[in-house]
């Protein structure tokens, strides 16, 4: 895989020919952090799909600018639109949860807020915490070589995710501890998996879902399965069902 560095500018139109400037941050990690100097040779993408090589021509601690050069064509992104529903951990948890779900394809994180959720955050640290999984994401993205920058939504409640989905267009996956049969569900949703537009993978807290969430999931059309024999961390789940539905789409 090519090292060279990949930087998202979103909010502008990219064309061959075209100078960008890279944002403050992205500027001091090119220039203070990699020693990039004029001439060297970066990526940048809109975060939407388009990514272009790019040549440095002015290089300064303050900002960092290049012309973009001829379009990147090759295309990682999944066949489908991936998106992790993950419930609150403790800690810095879910800084490496959304880490690695950037790493394995997600197109959207949506945070969500459980029975057993244990932060309980305040208002006012809601938006910090957003900000800060964004950034995150996008640093994922960079290292990762993807054309899409995927999204760090608000924390949301159960209830409100569930409550008006179109399962016409995606289906919507829960791995509850209680459930071991993975193999016989992926074999009866193969088909369901191939021909819908979205997934939508729900993965629980430390100490899972409770016996009323799973009852409301499976109200609503939730398919809920398991990952096997043993009891995973909640970290671990997020990156086994997210392996598990990307292996079934062919993705991995």
């Known amino acids: 895989m090519s090292s060279t560095p990949r930087y998202f500018i979103t909010g502008e ?37 388009s990514c272009y090589h ?10 960092v600018e290049a012309v973009l050069k001829e379009k ?50 305040q208002k006012t640290k809601v938006h910090q915490k957003t900000e800060r999984w964004q950034k995150i994401a996008r640093a994922a993205a960079s290292q990762s070589k993807r054309n899409c920058l995927p999204h760090v939504e ?12 179109d399962f016409s267009r995606e289906i919507i996956i829960a791995f509850g501890e209680e459930k071991k049969d993975k193999e016989s569900f992926f074999l009866e949703c193969r088909e369901l998996l191939q021909n ?28 809920i399965t398991g990952m096997g024999p043993r009891i995973l961390r909640a970290e671990t789940a997020a990156v086994v069902g997210l392996t598990l539905v990307q292996n079934y789409l062919g993705d991995i």
């Open 154 to 165: 608000t924390p949301a409640k159960l209830e409100e995710l569930i409550s008006g989905l």
């Open 72 to 121: 990147c064509f090759e295309a990682p992104e999944p066949i489908k639109e991936v998106i992790l529903v993950q419930g609150m951990l403790k800690g810095n948890k879910m800084d490496t949860i959304v880490h690695q779900a950037v790493e394995l394809g997600v197109k959207r994180i949506i945070p969500l807020i459980t029975q057993r959720s244990i932060p309980v955050l």
């Open 54 to 63: 790019a040549a440095i021509n002015s290089a300064t601690p303050a900002a």
């Open 13 to 49: 139109e990219l064309a061959e020919g075209v100078t960008c400037q890279l944002s403050a941050e992205d500027s001091h990690h090119a220039h203070k952090v990699l020693r990039l100097k004029e001439g060297d040779k970066i990526e940048i993408s809109d975060g939407e799909g």
């Open 196 to 223: 819908c537009e979205k997934i939508r993978v729900i993965i629980g807290p430390e100490g899972g879902f409770s016996a009323e969430e799973i009852e409301f999931m499976e109200s609503h059309k939730v398919k």
